[in-house]
């Protein structure tokens, strides 16, 4: 079985999973994309424009209470989501009012191709 379709059978079960937990109301997953354009100085500041890109077969998962300590602290959560979207660390996710920071990558890449992300997130 080639990468390709393990990435076409997780985007499967996570959207098999959001379908079954999730409610029409359910507020959605987002990567805050964010590009600074314009100068860089003092009298000519750079702009940041976020662009918010969905994250559609996103879940998150809370960590084992065992598990808080050195990394790990509390509050901090573990979202689940396909290879569409390249998740970096630094970047910023956000679902409702909630701003997080990417923390911890947590990509599975058996190989060169990713397969799934799980980074661990922190609250802003």
Known sequence: ???????????????????????????????????????NTPLDPPITTETPIELVNAIFKEYNQSLIGGNIVAGDRQLVTDNTVVIEVGDTIEQGSTRYTVIDLGQSAPTSDVLVYMPQVRVK
Request: hydrophobic share 40%; proline share 0%; charged share 20%.
């Open 1 to 39: 079985m080639g990468s390709a379709n393990i990435q076409a059978k997780i985007k499967k079960g996570l959207a098999k999973a959001i379908n079954k937990t999730g409610s029409a109301s359910s507020e959605k997953v987002f990567l805050i994309q964010m590009i600074n354009t314009g100068g």
